[in-house]
């Protein structure tokens, strides 16, 4: 949970996240100035509505001088943990 303004999550060589508890990956709450990048999100084995959830849903429209930012995610379900996958 990211709850610190200006806060930097940066995966380097495109480091993967995988849900786990049925959860999102990364969760950035209502604070200003936050960068996430570098980063592949994979669908665990339960079911989630978001593998990155931006925002408590309060209607935080964010803040115009110091915007968070997304840069170079990527997401997939399935992949090499995929458990219906037979080798």
């Known amino acids: 949970m990211v709850s610190n303004p200006n806060s930097v999550i940066l995966g380097l ?3 993967t996240l995988i849900s786990s508890k049925g959860e999102p990956c990364i969760k950035v709450l209502d604070v200003p100035g936050v ?3 570098g980063i592949l999100f994979e669908a665990g084995e339960m079911t989630t509505n ?3 959830q931006w925002g408590s849903g309060d209607h935080y429209a ?3 001088e110091n915007p968070g930012v997304a840069s170079d995610i990527f997401a997939r379900v399935g ?5 219906s996958v037979v080798n």
């Open 50 to 52: 978001a593998l990155l």
């Open 35 to 37: 960068r996430v990048a």
């Open 79 to 83: 992949g090499p943990n995929d458990p």
């Open 13 to 15: 060589g495109i480091a």
């Open 62 to 64: 964010g803040h115009i």
